[in-house]
């Protein structure tokens, strides 16, 4: 099978370098038509969604539509699909009015509704862009043949707030990527009053949930020998910088090169997933609490319909209320158990993240998702 990846997608993020690795290891050769819009920006602030700054990003695609139409038949001779990625939602409008008899796979990984109404809050659900966006999501979702929801929990989202027909979502859980196969790096470090390292890195978004974890660093005393390093830039970040000021066991900084991640990630005794108490929140498992499974760090996470999807509390997670008290008390508690317990729940979270999302189970389950709509069926 031939697929043609198609859009104005982010290839620089990881769910679309993953789909695309998915596709190959599937069997497909993968083709790209592809014009970068979305991956100009790495941090979206509120300005970058604001009305005037999205009318331009409008402007622009409608640039970017013209060039991918006349590329189209040319990339797509000789294919039976068209794939579009995260960032797709206007893509998969066009993908379909060129697709000419050719199936359609859209893999969105979020819907616009969750991210600027649900999760950032940035516009009313009721407001005549929370409407539009709405409606946006339900065109895009309903021009493919086939979505990938990257959890149950989202595909379930899907189905209630959208409308979208079961029938028409398959599961595909997200994963990470090569680069995170295997722990690097010595964890630990000289200093002997730090009792446990904890690593946060992230784009600072409100479904982090970054604001959880400055508070719980701030009930935790600088003697506790319970030292943060949170890596990243976003919209959260001068919020939360502001609660960490003046805390001398909260170090921060910008991102670091992306090939350096996996040994930053092997040098911490603990890994923090996401704390926010959105929809949103609940119904995801983020790139990077699969990172860091993949390396095999013991990961603190929100507990959630999706992480219970992949991981059993307790045993391949530490799963907890997402709340400062719950936080500051597991961080604790981690950090007067033995090493090798800790060891442990981060070798079986290796085990339960390559159970559902290792790079040969994806390709196997999207291998099946495409014989399936290959043959006609959903």
């Known amino acids: 099978m031939i697929a043609v990846f198609f859009g ?9 370098a993953l789909l695309a690795d998915d596709l190959r290891r599937a069997g497909i050769e993968l083709r790209s038509c592809h014009e970068p819009l979305w991956e100009e920006t790495r941090d979206k602030h509120a300005s970058y969604f604001a009305p005037a700054a999205l009318a331009r990003l409008g402007t622009r695609w409608v640039g970017a539509m013209w060039r991918l139409s006349r590329r189209f038949p040319t990339e797509a001779r000789g294919a039976s699909l068209v794939v579009t990625g995260f960032n797709g939602q206007l893509d998969v409008l066009l993908a379909r009015a060129l697709a000419r008899g050719r199936r359609v796979l859209f893999a969105p990984l979020v819907t616009i509704t969750e991210t600027l109404v ?28 086939v979505v990938l929801a990257d959890t149950a929990a989202h595909a379930e989202y899907l189905v209630r707030r959208l409308g979208i027909s079961p029938e028409r979502i398959a599961v595909h859980h997200l994963g990470a990527e090569a680069l995170f196969s295997a722990p690097a790096g010595e964890r630990g470090g000289a200093d002997p009053a730090c009792r446990l390292r904890v ?172 014989g399936a709509l290959a043959g006609g069926s959903p």
Not at 8 to 16: I, L, S
Not at 123 to 140: E, H, K, T, V
């Open 118 to 145: 649900d999760d950032r809050a940035q516009y009313g659900a009721r407001s005549p862009a929370g409407r539009l966006f709405a409606r946006l999501d339900r065109w895009s979702l309903q021009a493919a043949d």
């Open 199 to 370: 690593l946060g890195y992230g784009s600072y978004l409100p479904l982090h949930g970054y604001d959880v974890v400055a508070e719980a660093a701030r009930l935790l005393s600088s003697d506790e020998g319970i030292l943060f390093e949170l890596i990243g830039s976003g919209p959260e970040r001068a919020r939360v910088d502001v609660l960490c000021d003046g805390l001398p066991h909260v170090r921060r900084r910008d991102w670091l090169a992306y090939e350096d991640l996996p040994a930053k990630i092997a040098s911490a005794d603990v890994v923090l997933g996401v704390f926010g108490s959105s929809e949103k929140a609940r119904m995801v498992v983020p790139n990077k609490v699969y990172q860091a499974a993949q390396v095999g760090r013991p990961i603190v996470t929100a507990d959630t319909p999706a992480i219970r999807e992949v991981f059993r509390p307790d045993e391949s997670i530490v799963a907890i209320e997402p709340s400062p008290q719950a936080l500051a008390r597991k961080l604790r508690e981690l950090a007067d158990v033995e090493p090798a317990t800790r060891e442990a729940i981060g070798d079986a979270g290796r085990v339960a993240a390559a159970r559902v999302a290792g790079p040969d189970v994806r390709a196997r389950r999207l291998a099946g998702i495409l």
């Open 8 to 16: 104005t997608f982010n290839a620089k993020h990881a769910a679309n």
